[in-house]
């Protein structure tokens, strides 16, 4: 889930948030203890032990690809402050104003065209920032492209 939103009158917060696959992931780290539990009692249903290993590797799969970002545009000091988290791996960075170039919307390869997979990314001096990790079908791409735009008072590339 991405929201834009403003937080104040000089501040825009893009967020990503992932509750359905951490949600996913809570589940397998379940099924992998009650794996434990069986392993623990001996229970000689192998069946439902394999059963077991393959929800729980499943599960936490899901977990691992998990995404919570939070990307907060301040007019204030005009910088832009980041954290990502996509599994275990946490990045993070401040990139001021001046270095972003352009905001646009990128497209996957191979997407199609009634419901393309996209993505915004600032274009900085140093090279591109996606706002997410992964791309997604969604039409407000384009609209919160164009909000970042005019915050920033960056034109259409």
């Known amino acids: 889930m991405q929201t834009l939103s403003e937080n104040g009158p000089e501040r825009l917060v893009f967020q990503v948030r992932s509750p359905l696959q951490n949600a996913v ?4 780290l379940f099924f992998l203890s009650w794996l434990v539990v069986h392993w ?15 929800a729980s590797i499943t599960c936490l799969l899901f977990m691992l690809v998990s995404e919570k ?7 204030g000091t005009r910088r832009l402050t980041w954290t990502r988290r996509v599994g275990f791996v946490r990045r993070s960075g401040q990139v001021p104003f ?3 170039e352009h905001v646009v919307v990128r497209t996957a390869l191979g997407s199609d065209s ?16 996606p706002l997410t990790a992964s ?11 164009e909000w970042l735009r005019t915050f920033l008072g960056r034109t259409q590339v």
Do not use: C, M, W
């Not at 992931?25 to 397998?28: E, F, P, T």
């Not at 009634?114 to 920032?129: C, D, F, H, M, W």
């Not at 791309?135 to 492209?145: G, L």
């Open 135 to 145: 791309y997604s079908p969604s039409d407000a791409h384009t609209e919160n492209a």
């Open 40 to 54: 623990v009692i001996h229970h000689p249903n192998n069946d439902r032990k394999i059963g077991l290993i393959g």
């Open 25 to 28: 992931g809570g589940l397998g």
């Open 98 to 100: 001046e270095e972003i």
């Open 69 to 75: 970002s939070d990307f907060v545009f301040d007019a």
């Open 114 to 129: 009634v419901a393309p997979s996209q993505r915004i990314v600032l274009l900085t001096r140093n090279g591109e920032l």
